[in-house]
């Protein structure tokens, strides 16, 4: 069952959304070699708290934390702890926010440091691959051509692995709604889209194989290959002739840019 939003709805979801952004941003500035991804979740945790919002993963299904911070060939749903960020690694930062009754959900890939030129590349292509659905995201659509949009950019154009267990989703009232949103499928296949639908949009893309296995804790998504993953989600409002993205990734790329820890020579 899908939940279209009001126009009050939409504005409240925004707000949400953009806190999430906001949080995103406050552990970028954060990230350096030698901090634990369990302080960043920490960080995350008290800014969403200290903004009148609470973060929408902690207890979700059982999930621990607030964030989900995943290195390198963990691919989403990493668990924060008190393992050492290093030069070369990159992480992936997963938060979402709820907020006057509705959640945004948002997600950012950094590199810490130098991860070579491959990864980088790996990084920019899931970026742009999110956009590329995003275009595809305006009424009278099908849920088909955003999913094909990413697949076809990072398989066919780049040979990167996009993963099939794991799709993007709808959200509002709840976290997980109808519908889901794969990232790979059939252009013109699936279900057509009309305004006031609000889905998350979140390719997860591997430098390897696009195989993965779940790891013991029974959370972290890794790539069978050992390879690394990236992983951008923006949270998007179905509107005629132009989606509007409801999170943004501004903050977050000043703080990439102004943290000399990190790399954005990818742009
Ligand atoms: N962005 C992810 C998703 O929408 C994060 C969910 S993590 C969980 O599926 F812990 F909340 F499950
Ligand atoms: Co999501």
Redesign the pocket.
Known sequence: MIYYKTQSEIELMRQSARLVGKAIAEIAKLIKPGVTTGKLDLAGEEFIRDHGASP??KN??G?PYAA?ISVNDAV??GFPNGNELKEGDIISV?V?VFKNGFHG?S?YTFAVGDPGDEVLKLMKVTKESLYKGIEKSVSGNRVGDISFAIQHYCEKEYKFGVVRE?VG?GLGKH??EDPQVPNYGRRGSGLKMKEGMVI?I?PMVNLGVKEVWYDDDGWTVRTKDGKVSAHY?HTVCIQKGRADVLSSFEDIEIAEKQNPELSSNYY
């Open positions: 929408s993963f979700y299904k999930y989900c989403v749903h997963d979402g959900d997600a794991l989703h976290l997980h998350a979140e989600e």
